[in-house]
């Protein structure tokens, strides 16, 4: 300092000093009072002073932090750059911001935004709390994860709809609930998916609910996925179109098809429990704590007379017998002492019409069960089996009775099987004395190797079969007495219980000893009688007369019939195996010689085998009894091979036959046919000479033409009968038999075809080539295909010929089948002799198919 006369004046260096000082006193003031934290530090970064803000911020204390380093109290400053920034301020002078500081776990979860800047040759520090605000921000950024994981992870779909019904938004579970992608439907109509029967009133609350912005619906509709089936879903709306942030209809839809189809089957599961106990036998009531009847079961009608409802009101203790009394109300005290147990008794109760019944009830206590709250008792009417019981008491002392007196050996097995009682008759049967066998167990002393072990099977299947309802098994045993001898028995074994409990098995023996010598000695006389059955040469078949049906034959008949067995032949129609053409007479001999004149009666007739076969046989029937019945045995003899010979040498001789009236009728017809030709040559000539002249009256000209166009007939007569009578030998070469047929058919194509006759022709183009005289064959053919015309168009003017060719075996066979009336069968025989003709007179020679035969014999065929 400078000292002038009366004044001091400061020097110039204080100036700054003195500013500073006002600096640090404003700061010091700020810094009291600030709400901030603030931190003064040197320029090594000591703490020079921190005021309250910063003390109640952080938890520091002057005495903690004043001339310590920052590093000290904040762990990991250095670590985080942020100490080297504070000293780049102090040493630039460049205020540094720093924003969300979190200084450490010391600290706990204190988040301050920094501001650092330059004071003097140190450093100060404003540290404002954001502490509150960023745990609001987490905590909303918190709730804002959690919502919309809810919304994304629901399994309710969530859409957000316009006014216009359109979809703004829907939420991913949409996806996995109804198979539409999360942008699939945005800004189309949800309502295109809703089933048609729903679709009316799904619009109609939607319209409502757009009217009223805050109301909410509630509504079940059905929805197709996108898979096309169909589910429903529950759909709660809000309208929240006012709402600024929604704008819109919030729709939650949850799928409820399961709980759908679940309350529809608990509805049935309902139906179905009601109906039992409304149906069953046994009577169902409630009552409660005090005994008073809250339910009865329509069953109450059967057992007690009672209309269900009746008694309604009243205790149920009211219509107990009086001695029963005291026994009824001791059980329904100890049910009410222990909820859920039950308890079961036997009492008698009042019918309606004055009677007792014997009731045997269940009574369960479900007074804390909140649906029932009372408690149930299932009664049912045992009087009758009461009154049975009591009958058997006293009728086993009379069965005892029975036993010891019965002549037929009776046996009481244990259930272990061992034996428990035999009758006086079974010790006098076996030799063996009761003494000597009870308690033995199995295998029982009588038994024998071939049929022990039975009466335990026995036993077995009367346990098994019981499950069935069948309580008693037929044995038959061979056993044997003390002294060695043998004896059959027929043993009943039936099961014997009482109350569901097995008590014992009762074996009822009878001697059948003489019967099964008896059915041996029958089996060995069957044996020996099919023996001799089965020898014989003939089939022996047995039919029954009502039904005609096979009900016996021996091996022979089985054979000759084709059946693997005689078995496989019984019960087959025995007139299915007879020829049609042969079954009325077969019928006919049976009902008039055989059942009602008793006369035996043989028959050749055709019969058919298993395989289709026809086979000749010779029938002896007679009647006879058989099991009771009428029928009539048949010995049955294959005679097919003996009458086809007959019928190849009946064959032969009318073929002999036939050629030699040929021969005859062939020289006649040369003789007549030579002697006529001359004189018919010469009226025919005369006739030609007359009808030539012009001045031959008409008149006349009509008889010469006449006369002429006899005359020419008769010509023509004569030439066949050269033709007959010539039989010149066939010139033959190799053609295909095709070649003359097709002529002929061409020849008469005309005539057919004006005559209305439709030729289907039918013939094999691959027909081996033979040897024919093409000609002869031609006039074959011709003279068929007249007669078939000739005969279609008398009948019915017109008609259908089918002519067929084919190899058939070792023969090549000519078909012709015409719709004609046919030959009738007396004429078949003679169809080919000469001069026979079924035509009128003058319109046939008859010796058109006497040509033929004999052309196609001289081919080596057969017509």
């Not at 603030?38 to 938890?59: Q, Y």
């Not at 109290?73 to 911001?97: A, Q, R």
């Amino acid at each position: 300092m400078v000292k002038k006369a009366g004044h001091v004046r400061k020097s110039s260096k204080a100036a700054p000093v003195a500013s500073s000082t006002r600096l640090l006193r404003r700061l010091s003031a700020f810094m009291e009072s600030s709400i901030d934290a603030f931190f003064m530090f040197d320029k090594n970064l000591n703490f020079v002073s921190i005021n309250p803000a910063a003390r109640e911020l952080f938890g520091l204390s002057e005495q903690e932090v004043l001339g310590r380093n920052v590093a000290d109290i904040v762990p990991g400053i250095k670590e985080t750059g942020v100490y080297d920034k504070y000293l780049s301020v102090i040493k630039t002078g460049v205020p540094l911001p720093l924003d969300d500081v979190a200084p450490g776990s010391r600290f706990g979860d204190v988040r301050v935004n920094v501001k650092a800047f330059k004071v003097g040759s140190g450093l100060g520090i404003i540290a404002t709390d954001i502490s509150e605000r960023k745990h609001a921000e987490e905590e909303l950024r918190s709730k804002e994860e959690h919502f919309r994981s809810l919304i994304e992870n629901s399994l309710d779909a969530i859409g957000v709809l316009n006014a216009d019904g359109t979809l703004r938004y829907q939420s991913p579970s949409i996806q996995r609930l109804m198979g539409y992608m999360t942008k699939e439907r945005i800004n189309k109509q949800p309502f295109d998916v809703v089933h048609p029967d729903d679709l009316p009133d799904a619009l109609k609350l939607f319209n409502q609910l757009v009217q009223y912005p805050g109301d909410t619906i509630r509504h079940e509709v059905r929805i197709q996925y996108k898979d096309g089936s169909w589910h429903t879903l529950e759909v709660m709306a809000r309208n929240l179109i006012d709402d600024p942030v929604v704008n819109g209809i919030v729709a939650n839809l949850r799928d409820i098809t399961e709980r759908k189809e679940m309350e529809e089957a608990l509805r049935g599961q309902e139906e179905y429990f009601r109906t039992l106990i409304e149906s069953a036998s046994d009577a169902v009531v409630i009552i409660n704590e005090s005994g008073t009847l809250l339910y009865e079961s329509p069953a109450m009608a059967r057992i007690l007379g009672l209309e269900p409802g009746e008694r309604i009101g009243e205790t149920g203790f009211d219509f107990i017998h009086p001695e029963d009394m005291q026994n009824a109300a001791t059980s329904f005290e100890r049910l009410m002492e222990k909820p859920g147990t039950n308890i079961n008794l036997e009492v008698r109760g009042l019918h309606k019409d004055g009677s007792w019944r014997m009731l045997e009830a269940v009574g369960r206590n479900l007074i804390d069960d909140p649906v029932v709250k009372g408690i149930i008792v299932n009664f049912r009417d045992i009087t009758e089996r009461k009154e049975m019981e009591t009958e058997l008491r006293e009728s086993e002392e009379f069965s005892s009775s029975l036993l010891r007196d019965s002549p037929n050996p009776v046996m009481v097995i244990n259930p272990d099987s061992t034996i428990g009682y035999i009758n006086p008759a079974l010790e006098e049967l076996t030799g063996f004395s009761a003494e000597e066998v009870l308690g033995l167990p199995i295998p029982y002393p009588w038994w024998t190797e071939e049929t022990g072990g039975i009466t335990a099977e026995a036993i077995q299947k009367s346990v098994v079969s019981e499950l069935t309802g069948l309580r008693k098994v037929f044995i038959e045993e061979l056993l044997q007495k003390k002294n060695g001898a043998r004896f059959w028995v027929q043993v009943s074994v039936t099961v014997i219980e009482r109350d569901g409990e097995l008590k014992y098995y009762l074996s009822n023996w009878v001697d059948i000893t003489e019967r099964k010598r008896m059915e041996d000695a029958l089996r060995q006389s069957e044996f020996n009688y099919r023996l001799l059955l089965d020898s014989t040469l003939d089939g022996l078949i047995v039919v029954d007369a009502e039904t005609m049906k096979v009900v016996f034959g021996n091996k022979r008949a089985a054979r000759l019939y084709g059946f693997d067995t005689v078995e496989a032949g019984i019960g087959v129609d025995i007139i299915d195996f007879v020829h049609p053409k042969d079954r009325e007479q077969v019928i006919k001999g049976f009902s008039e010689d055989v059942f009602v004149s008793d006369r035996r009666q043989r028959y050749e007739i055709r019969t058919k085998t298993m395989d289709g076969r026809e086979i000749w046989v010779s029938a002896l029937a007679t009647r006879i009894e058989y099991e009771g019945r009428l029928a009539v045995l048949l010995s049955v003899r294959d005679i097919t091979d003996r009458r086809e010979a007959e019928e190849e040498r009946q064959r032969l001789e009318e073929q002999v036959q036939l050629a030699g009236r040929l021969a005859a009728v062939g020289e006649l017809a040369a003789g007549v046919a030579h002697e006529l030709n001359n004189p018919l040559t010469a009226v025919q000539g005369f006739a030609e000479l007359l009808t030539s002249r012009k001045d031959l009256k008409r008149s006349v000209r009509g008889d010469v033409n006449a006369i002429y166009r006899e005359a020419q007939r008769a010509s023509r007569i004569t030439s066949n009968l050269l033709t007959f009578a010539r039989r010149h030998k066939p010139e033959k070469s190799l053609i295909s038999i095709n070649e003359p047929l097709e002529k002929s058919l061409e020849l008469h194509e005309y005539r057919m075809r004006v005559n209305n006759i439709e030729v289907q022709r039918d013939l094999d183009p691959n027909l081996p080539k033979i040897m024919a005289d093409f000609y002869q064959m031609q006039e074959v053919f011709i003279n068929l295909l007249t007669n078939a015309e000739q005969a279609m168009t008398e009948a019915h003017k017109r008609g259908k010929l089918i002519v067929r060719t084919q190899k058939a075996g070792g023969v090549i066979r000519i078909t012709f089948i015409d719709d004609g009336p046919g030959i009738a069968e007396e004429d078949l025989k003679r169809v080919f002799d000469p001069f026979f003709t079924t035509k009128e007179a003058g319109k046939g020679t008859g010796l058109g198919l006497s040509i033929c035969y004999g052309l196609v014999e001289s081919h080596g065929g057969h017509i």
